[in-house]
């Protein structure tokens, strides 16, 4: 095999292995359990030079491949750690790896991956100050550094800041979870805090153009343009769409006063500091090989859309491409094709974009799936919801059919009549303004005080659909400050437009479909045709999502023309 990567299904080490399979390399992942194998397959990685082996770097390694490069990526990354928990993994495994690659006879490099704050220290590690976790990497880096030169192994440690990517979900991605959370009333450490990042793809492709290199290297691996901590937060905010605090919190002070009160782990405060780290060798490495970070801004925007579509580690997105687009003055969570979609799919309350997810399933062309304005994932806008549709849609350049829920239906109506050369026809699902109010109302639940903190087991119940990663979604951004108060506001806001929707029905001249459940039937007759799914309610495409599809591919033929 060209190499080995300990700690192969962690979130450095599977992209590490993602990326010298794609170099063509034959690859060794050791593992305790292959979960490599599926994320790599979902990656679209071929793995056709990989060597899946089962290796637990806390005891004595043997029975493994010759390899001419050993990777080690494996570590305790974690707060809270026991020291004879993290010491197992950073130091006694590091060490381990090292004392199995000194006998290769091939061996090329072993390249140790350790920390931008604990590397190249001396002295001993201070396990009551520092904490499980960064002391075990500073004693493990130290017994990696001297126990190489005893053996003349050819070493060189990458010593990585924070790296971002798809699938981080800890360190500064904690932080930017309080923030969207609204959790976030001020930002701890000084205006002057750095904390660095590097981007996953940007530092896998730096290690795997390491073992070519001289040996004996120590590579600071990091973004020297990374914003202070205060900016960087502030991109995020503005990114997403929500408020960045203004006040900070000295970490000496967050050191005095209980966790209790301030949220904070104690180990996290080592890394609130303004220190800057030594990286010309590794910038004049990258130089040297083509490498180029991408802008920090712009990585920090791209990690936080994956971070909201993953609900920090809690879900998998179901749609792509997914991120936050200013449409109409405000952040909007858009999922989907933006160009040339064949479905153009509204939510209606109390969900988002997420609950057309079966639906969508059953779909055969692509679909444009956004968060309407002040709900779900999408911030608020100050234009009426009619308005930022037509802005939305600007980039269409296909003509869709437009589906649209519940409170959606008025806005789709709107848009229909404003632009009926722009979509192929209108199907509205469970219409809110041709429905009993009363009854809808209690349906939902809508005016509960406590909706902010409903479960989503509750929501289902309430809601009369099967709990699922829809009425999950949906939970979650209730729980968001301001979003359960604005989902009242919008269904108050429906209930006075019943009429002008009336209205606009007579008024659209695209061809038209509503689909309805049998438990939540029209309360007037409408001249367009109505198809009743049995056994639904208000929600059909959440509970029959198949019949939903059935109805919506017969409606395109007399739709498209």
Excluded at 23 to 41: E, F, I, K, S, Y
Excluded at 114 to 134: F, H, N
Excluded at 272 to 294: K, N, Q, W
Excluded at 329 to 341: A, M, Q
Aim: hydrophobic fraction near 45%; proline fraction near 8%; include cysteine.
């Amino acid at each position: 095999m060209d190499a080995i990567v300990f700690g192969a299904t962690g979130f450095i080490g599977r992209s590490l292995v993602a990326e010298l399979l794609t170099r063509g390399q034959r690859v060794a992942a050791a593992v305790r359990n292959d979960t490599l194998t599926p994320w790599l397959t979902s990656q679209g990685v071929d793995t056709g030079g990989l060597d899946v082996v089962v290796a637990d770097i806390t005891r004595p390694l043997s029975g493994l491949p010759e390899v001419r490069d050993v990777y080690n990526a494996a570590g305790r990354f974690a707060f809270g750690l026991g020291v004879r928990e993290a010491r197992a993994t950073n130091v006694t495994g590091a060490l381990n790896v090292l004392e199995w690659a000194a006998e290769l006879p091939g061996l090329r490099r072993l390249v140790h991956i350790s920390g931008y704050r604990v590397s190249a220290s001396e002295g001993r590690p201070d396990y009551a100050g520092l904490g499980a976790y960064e002391a075990s990497k500073f004693e493990g880096d130290l017994a990696v550094r001297a126990r190489a030169r005893a053996l003349g192994v050819p070493l060189t440690i990458a010593n990585p800041s924070t790296v971002i990517g798809p699938g981080q979900y800890i360190g500064l991605a904690a932080l930017v979870e309080d923030l969207w959370n609204g959790r976030l009333p001020a930002l701890p450490g000084g205006p002057d805090t750095f904390l660095p990042i590097a981007t996953i793809d940007y530092f896998v492709r730096f290690l795997a153009e390491v073992p070519a290199a001289p040996a004996g290297e120590h590579y600071w691996v990091l973004d020297d343009s990374t914003p202070l901590l205060p900016e960087l937060i502030g991109t995020i905010a503005d990114h997403t769409g929500v408020r960045a605090p203004r006040r900070t919190v000295p970490a000496g002070l967050l050191r005095r006063l209980p966790r209790k009160l301030t949220g904070a782990d104690p180990e996290t405060l080592a890394f609130l500091s303004a220190d800057r780290y030594p990286t010309a060798s590794a910038r004049a490495f990258a130089a040297g090989a083509g490498l180029e970070m991408p802008p920090a801004a712009e990585a920090l925007r791209g990690w936080a859309d994956e971070l909201v579509a993953a609900r920090f580690g809690a879900a998998s997105p179901w749609l792509k491409p997914y991120g936050f687009s200013e449409v109409a003055g405000g952040r909007t969570w858009v999922s989907g094709e933006r160009h040339r979609p064949d479905h153009v799919l509204l939510h209606g309350l109390p969900m988002n974009a997420d609950l057309w997810a079966p639906l969508a399933a059953f779909l055969p062309g692509p679909v444009l799936a956004p968060d309407l304005p002040g709900l779900g994932r999408s911030a608020a806008t100050d234009r009426p919801v009619d308005v930022w549709l037509a802005d939305l849609l600007g980039p269409v350049r296909s003509r869709p059919t437009l589906v649209a829920h519940s409170l959606a239906c008025g806005p789709a109506l709107q848009f229909a009549v404003d632009h009926p050369d722009r979509i192929s026809g209108l199907v509205l699902v469970s219409p809110a303004f041709l429905q009993a109010p009363a009854s809808r109302l209690a349906r939902s639940g809508l005016a509960a005080p406590m909706m902010r903190r409903i479960s989503a087991a509750r929501l289902a119940r309430t809601l009369g659909v099967p709990e699922g990663a829809e009425v999950e979604s949906a939970a979650a951004d209730l729980r968001r400050r301001g979003v359960a108060r604005r989902v009242v506001a919008a269904l108050r806001t429906d209930l006075a437009g019943r009429r002008r929707s009336r209205a606009l029905l007579d008024r659209v001249t695209v061809p038209v479909r509503i689909v309805v459940g049998s438990a939540d039937p029209l309360v007037e007759a409408v001249g367009h045709p109505v198809v009743e799914i049995e056994g639904a309610g208000h929600y059909p495409q959440l509970t029959h999502p198949a019949q939903v599809a059935r109805h919506l591919a017969a409606a395109s033929a007399p739709i498209g023309g």
